[in-house]
């Protein structure tokens, strides 16, 4: 028998018999959108799991990201990271905004904080993280940064659902953060984000904003955009959330199968999580030096598709190489040196919690050969 494609990654999808009664419940109540029941259940839900306080559901992370830069009236420049989903970047530019990159840690691969301040000019007045792979940046100095600055952070936070540092949620840092639930993250609705604020001043500004600007029936506060969650992917949420220690717990066995079985070869890293957190093992990024291992990124990502499976090069290119951004002064090859060689030695290996063992180490059969 054929055996089927292997992707980087699969949604863990509940059995479809237990999303059949919130699907009679939504078709009886004829509520399908605009705060409905699930969501509002869902929000309250979500707020619990992540040990947060405010949370506003979102109908995609790139929407949630325009709003919250929208939410703070962010203008001028935004100090950013140019080695993510180019969502990140793209946000920034629907706000009109200039984005400025700055270069990533060659350990860590989120914002360098070291070379963030280098990156201000008198028209700055946010920085746009990436906690890239679920791997919290180095929060308290940009905290620090942002604090001697005047400047609001924004945490790009789609790949850290449920990641905590010294025991608390890595989205209470900065002033905002974005969650994505996209079919491909950790915890999904189909299509879906979020933004976590730590006010109910801005969280209502949040809410006014994704919906259009209304305040009330007759009352607009705001230029808004209708970025709702309905209830169709709420419901799907509150399913979903059920599972999810499970499905982390199940990607942590994969992840470390493939740590155990590739470690210690010369020429290929792991990306080690920064002390004190608690991984959602979103992704299992590898990153293969051509000249010590003797074969290339591409070489592993072409011998892999030969055979069906689809690792993915997150994140090559960079943002910054894209033709909307590469004349941007600080897109420059020289001004982002690391993630310039990060992008040429990354490659994403399939993760989820269905992955069959065997398939891993077929995976890791076809990298060494
Ligand atoms: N910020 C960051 C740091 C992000 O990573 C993202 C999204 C955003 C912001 C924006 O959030 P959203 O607006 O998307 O909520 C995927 C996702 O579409 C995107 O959400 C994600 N980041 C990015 C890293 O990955 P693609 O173009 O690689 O997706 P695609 O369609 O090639 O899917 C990858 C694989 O997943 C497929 O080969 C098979 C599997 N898959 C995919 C889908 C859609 C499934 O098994 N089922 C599915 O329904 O961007």
Redesign the pocket.
Known sequence: MKKEPI?????SMPELDDFIPYLKEIWGSKWLTNNGKFHKQLEDSLCEYLGVKYLSLFS???LA?ITALQTLRITGEVITTPF??V??THAIHWNGIKPVFCDIEPEFMTLDADKIESAITPKTTAILP?HIYGNPCNVDRISKIADTYGLKVIY?A??AFGVEINGKSVLEFGELSVL?????KVFTTF?G?AIISHDEKTKKRVDFLKNFGFADEETVVAPGINAKMSEVQSAFGLLQLKSINDVILKRKEKYDLYRKLLEGRDGIRFLDYRTSVKPNYAYIPVFINEKVFGKSRDKIYNDLRDEEI?A?K?FYPLISQFPSYKNLPSASKENLPVAEDICREVLCMPLYPNLDNKDIKKIVDIIIK
């Open positions: 992707y980087v990654t699969q949604p995609n992370g790139t990201l993510s989903f969502a990140t990436v790009d789609c790949h994505s639930f996209h079919a491909t299509e984000g689809y993915r997150y």
